[in-house]
Structure formats: structure tokens, C-alpha cells
């Protein structure tokens, strides 16, 4: 039992880390904590299910799709919503994100309604059985594609030119402006690939969850636990600090009580913000006067 | 020596109220007590729910708009005075207005409670806190069926003073309306208070205000505390409106409406609060025949507002009538 829970929770948790990586990538590069971005994931699943269910697409075409069209979802959030503020304070910013991942909530709403959404099975290999353990294949494929996604953004980042500039324009946005760097088309880039990374957790899990309006926002405050435990604003902390969740999550389900899985994550945010606000990997945060 | 004396004002000045804005303030008052005459049941209880959400307001705008700290625990406030006063009428068997003492001192806790974690986080990280607190807080009423009665709702009954029973949508008017009152002026009088000042300069600077020699961690809680205070209380008379609570009517969706009646209203604004909660309120008893419509309208509203409007709908009305700047911002 005990492997198992493990081996579901890092599937669970490879999830969280995925939205936690997308919204980490936005706070380094804009300094902006996004309240709306369980709506990217959200809105991965839905347009997935628009293209598969009513445009007719097969799964992996729709998939491409839906990450593409999320993709410009976020760079159109940048340019028309966030942009114009300029350089409002962060409460007014993050007021904005929480307007607008209701906007996406309602507009699901409104097409829906209160229905709750089946998506079609899309794989159907039966599951693995590795000495009474079983492993399915939905449950692999989410773990094998985060990590794919998570090195493939780790070597982009550290590794290519593109990268490096991205990592100038977050570390300095005036300097690398002053050196010719478009900091506009470069935060625009990192909105749309935040979204484009929730909407790639959202399109995995579609096929073995239900879908409705309200999906988002769960997911969300686990991605927001993730965050805090790994240390808000390290990369790398929020991958782990996902699967923490998700393992450590699935074993208080297992060991403790079913209720519990619900609210281990909110746990988890109160504790460490309270006892060690920077988390597993975050570095203190020092006042300037 | 004398001179000197006699051009220094002794405290702060107060300008005898003149006859005409005696009768302002006269008609004021009758033009409050008139509702229940012209309208039927319906409408006076969209007008009731104006009052309560008015009052929410009000109590939320303590924090966000006066201290300017982003926190999400307004909806747990809500749901902490609603159910305290209905636990306490159901399980302790106290009448409305008995029940309303442990409702404040619960709910004043409640905010003290969350104002001390706002000691230690800023910004984000008080964001998260106060709205996983709002979860968890569900999560205990789904969860703590023995006193809440679990996601099935807890009934509540009528409130009932010296024999007398609030029954009715007209009588409930009147009862809301004493309270919202004593409470909105209460608030109204604090803020002009050294305490609310100190709230708003912790606003502008923190440490600045610190260097003044006023302690932001009292600053802090205190607003806090009274926040949760005027909102647990509005929570009551929510409890009381509706006749019977549920976890569900303390969710993200009951959040957004208080965020968007403060943000809409004018953050800073007892009376953009109340301008917030009239224009709010009634709209999604208008649309609640369309799904989704609610969201969709308080967001853009919101979108439009942060874009365009930081001092929202009270902002507007100060520069349609600039006779009211003088008023609404004088000291």
C-alpha cells in the first residue's frame, strides 16, 4: 500500500508541480503572484474538450491546439490587461488577476452551466501490474510529460541564449531594456507560457477527472502550496515541493482519514508561512529601508 | 502671549450643525424608514440583503482600503458570525439579540486571530494565507455537522426581542437597519480616530509609520479585529435574512461579491461601500436566471475599474458633484 500511495501521489503531485512551475516562472520574470492562474488549467481542459467533443479533432492535434490557443490567451492577458497598468502597486496587479480568473470562470459558466463534464477516455492500455503494485498508464504518462516539460524548461532556461536573456530581463527589467532587450514582448512571452504550462496539467488530467467551472481554483492553492513549501520564487522548489505535496498528501489520505486529503495542502501553507515563510529552498527576504 | 492663545484652536474644531443640514440629515433618515411602505416581500428582502452586504463592505473596506492590506479572509468572517449566532440561537437556545454577543466577540477574535499572521506576512503571502483560511474554515463547517448540521445547512429561527418577533421582511428592515447603522457609524467615528488614522499611514508607509511612533502591529490588529467584527456581525443578520446557512453560501463566490462591491464601490469609502453594496446586490438577483452572467458582469465591472477608475464608483461621484469632495474628504 505504501508504494502505492507514493506512486500515485507523484503522479498527483507532478500536476501541482507543473502549475506551480508555470506560476513561479511568471512571479520570477514580472514579480506578479497570479490569483488566476488555476483558470489557465481550467481553461486547458475545456478547450481540449471543445476541440475533441465539438470541433471533432483526434486528442493529440486538440491537445497542440488547446496549448497554443492557451498560450495566446496569456499573451493577450499581458498586452490588454496587465500592461496598461504599468507600474501599479502589486495589490492592484493581483487584483487584476483575481478579476480576471472570475471572468474565465463565469465565461466557462456560461456555456456549461452547472453541469459537471466527462471527458472521453483516450487511452485505454490496461494498467501495468509490477508486483502487486499497479501502475496505470494515465498515471504515467502525467508523471513522464512533467518531467519531459520540466527538464525541457530547465534546459531552455539555463542552457540557451533565449534563456539567459529571459533570466536578464526578470533579474533587471530597466538594464536589460537599456541593452536592447524587448522586456515587453519578454513578459508577454512568459505570460503565455505560463499559461501554456497550466494548460498542459489541465489537458493531462482531462481524460481522468471530471470537468467543471470551479476546477481551478483547488488546483490553485495546491499549486500555491507547492510554491510556499519549495520557497516562493525558486524553480526548482516548486517541482519538489509539488510532488511533496502530492506524495505527503496521498499518505495522510491513506494512514490518517480520506477528509484530510482535502485540506493537507491548506495545512501545509499555514504551517510553513508561519514557522519558515521561506520555505525548503527560499532564501530570507531582507528588508530594504 | 494672549494673542498667541486665542488663534490656536483648542482641540479640533467642530462647526455647529446648522439648521439645513439638520434637515439633511432629517431626511436622511425618513427617506431610510420609508422602503418597507412601497415595496412587497421580494423587494424588501433584496433591500434587506442591500444591508447586510452594505455592512460587509463596510467591514471589508477596513482592511483593503483603509489599512491596504490584501487579505482574503472576509468570506470566512461572514460565515464565522453567521454561524456563531446560529449555533449559539439554535444550540444555546439565546434570542437574536443575545446571540449577537458571543457573534462579536467570536468574530472579533476571529479577525485579531488573522490580523497576527498579517505581522509577519506581507503582501502575497497574507493573500494566501487569508484565503486558505477561508477554505479550511468551509471545510469546518462541512466537516463539524454536529453544530453546523454539515453541508444539509443549519436552520435558523426568526429573531425575536421582548416577545417580539422579527417575522417579516419589513420588521427584519428595521431591526438590519438599527444595527447597520450603530455599526457603520461606529466604524465611520473609528477611522476618524488616532487608531484609523494609523491604519491609513500603515497604508501609506509602514515604517514611516513606525518612525512616527505609532506600533503597526496594534495598527494592524486592531483593524484586523474590527473588520471581522463588522463582518461577523452582517454575518448575523445574513443568518437571519435567509432563515437557514450552509457551507456553500461561504465560498469563493461570496468573496468576490464582497471584493467587488468594495473594489467597485471605491476602495477607502464608507459611502462608496454603500454605493457598492446598492449597485452590487441587486444584480445578481437580475441575473441569476443566466449562469455564469454574474461572474462575467462583477468582472469586467472590476477589470474597468482597476483600469480606469482607481477611486471607483465613489470617484465618479465626487467628479459629477465637486461640492461632495469638500465632504467626503474633509476631516
Redesign the interface.
Known amino acids: 500500500m505504501f508504494v502505492q500511495l507514493i506512486l500515485s501521489g507523484v503522479a498527483q503531485g507532478s500536476i501541482y508541480a507543473l502549475v506551480a512551475l508555470g506560476m513561479t516562472a511568471l512571479f520570477r520574470a514580472t514579480t506578479i ?1 497570479n ?1 488566476g492562474h488555476g483558470e489557465f488549467f481550467m481553461g486547458g481542459a475545456f478547450v481540449l474538450y471543445v476541440m475533441i467533443n465539438v470541433v471533432g479533432l483526434p486528442f493529440l492535434p486538440g491537445a497542440l491546439l488547446a496549448i497554443v490557443v492557451m498560450f495566446l490567451v496569456g499573451m493577450t492577458i499581458e498586452r490588454v ?1 496587465i500592461r ?2 504599468g507600474l501599479a502597486p ?3 496587479l ?3 488577476t ?6 474565465f ?7 456549461w ?2 453541469e459537471v463534464l466527462p471527458m472521453p477516455a483516450v487511452f485505454s492500455f490496461p494498467p501495468i501490474d509490477v508486483a502487486g503494485v499497479i501502475i496505470t498508464t494515465q498515471d504515467l504518462l502525467i508523471t513522464g510529460m512533467t518531467l519531459f516539460f520540466v527538464v525541457l524548461f530547465f534546459i531552455f532556461f539555463q542552457r540557451t541564449n533565449l534563456g539567459r536573456i529571459a533570466q536578464a530581463a526578470s533579474a533587471n527589467p530597466r538594464g536589460a531594456s537599456l541593452v536592447g532587450i524587448n522586456v515587453n514582448l519578454f513578459h508577454g512571452t512568459m505570460w503565455g507560457v505560463a499559461a501554456g504550462l497550466g494548460a498542459i496539467a489541465g489537458i493531462l488530467v482531462a481524460p481522468i477527472t471530471l470537468l467543471y ?2 476546477m481551478g ?1 483547488l488546483i490553485l ?1 495546491k499549486a ?1 502550496a507547492a510554491m ?1 513549501l519549495g520557497g ?1 520564487g525558486n524553480l526548482g522548489g516548486a517541482v519538489v515541493g509539488g510532488l511533496l505535496i502530492g506524495i505527503l498528501e496521498q499518505l495522510s489520505g491513506g494512514y490518517l482519514s480520506t ?1 484530510l486529503i ?2 493537507f495542502a ?2 501545509v ?2 504551517a510553513v ?2 514557522i519558515r ?1 521561506a520555505g525548503l529552498f527560499g532564501i530570507r527576504e531582507s528588508q530594504r ?1 | 502671549m494672549s494673542d498667541l492663545q486665542a488663534t490656536l484652536p483648542a482641540g479640533p474644531v467642530r462647526r455647529p450643525a446648522s439648521a439645513k443640514r439638520w434637515l439633511v440629515r432629517l431626511a436622511i433618515a425618513v427617506l431610510l424608514l420609508l422602503p418597507p411602505v412601497f415595496s412587497n416581500d421580494y423587494v424588501q428582502y433584496v433591500v434587506n440583503l442591500i444591508v447586510v452586504y452594505a455592512l460587509v463592505a463596510v467591514g471589508f473596506n477596513v482592511v483593503l482600503g483603509y489599512l ?1 492590506q ?1 487579505a482574503f479572509a472576509n468570506a470566512a468572517f461572514f460565515g464565522i458570525g453567521a454561524y456563531t449566532c446560529g449555533i449559539s440561537m439554535v444550540h444555546l437556545g439565546l434570542p437574536f439579540w443575545a446571540a449577537l454577543v458571543p457573534t462579536g466577540i467570536v468574530s472579533l477574535a476571529a479577525g485579531a486571530l488573522v490580523g497576527l ?1 498579517a505581522l ?2 506581507k ?3 497574507l ?3 487569508t ?3 477561508g ?2 474554515m468551509r ?1 469546518s463547517y462541512i ?1 463539524g455537522d454536529v453544530l453546523t448540521a454539515g453541508s444539509s445547512g443549519l436552520g435558523i429561527p426568526p429573531a425575536t426581542a421582548a416577545g417580539f418577533t422579527f417575522g417579516t421582511e419589513d420588521e427584519k428592515y428595521y431591526l438590519f437597519l438599527l444595527v447597520a447603522a450603530v455599526m457603520i457609524w461606529a466604524t465611520n467615528n473609528i477611522i476618524r480616530s488616532r487608531i484609523g488614522r494609523s491604519w491609513v499611514a500603515i497604508r501609506e508607509n509602514e ?1 514611516a509609520t513606525a518612525a512616527l511612533g505609532m506600533s503597526p502591529a496594534v495598527g494592524k490588529v486592531t483593524a484586523f479585529a474590527w473588520s471581522g467584527f463588522v463582518v461577523g456581525i452582517a454575518g448575523a443578520l445574513f443568518a437571519i435574512l435567509i432563515g437557514r446557512i450552509a457551507p456553500e453560501s461561504f465560498n ?1 463566490h461570496q468573496l ?1 461579491l464582497h ?1 467587488a462591491i468594495v ?1 467597485i464601490g471605491g476602495l477607502g469609502s464608507i459611502l462608496g461601500s454603500i454605493l457598492g453594496a446598492i449597485v452590487l446586490t441587486a444584480a445578481p438577483e437580475v441575473l441569476r436566471n ?11 465591472l ?2 474597468g475599474v ?2 480606469f477608475m ?1 477611486r471607483g464608483l465613489q470617484g465618479v461621484l465626487v467628479g459629477w458633484f465637486p461640492r461632495l469632495r469638500e465632504r467626503l474628504y474633509r476631516e
Do not use: K
Not at chain 2, 443566466?290 to 469586467?300: A, C, Q, T
Open positions: 503572484v490569483f490587461l496598461p497598468m502589486h495589490i492592484a493581483a487584483m487584476m483575481v478579476a480576471f480568473s472570475f471572468l470562470r463565469g465565461i466557462a459558466r456560461a456555456f452551466g452547472r467551472p470551479d481554483a492553492i500555491f510556499t516562493f477528509a482535502d485540506i491548506y495545512l501553507i499555514i508561512l508561519l515563510p529601508v | 491596504g490584501l499572521p509577519r506576512l503582501g502575497y503571502y493573500a494566501i494565507v484565503l486558505v483560511l477554505e479550511l471545510w466537516h515604517l469563493l468576490l471584493f473594489m443566466f449562469p455564469g452572467m454574474e461572474e462575467i458582469v462583477f468582472s469586467l472590476l477589470i482597476l483600469l482607481p
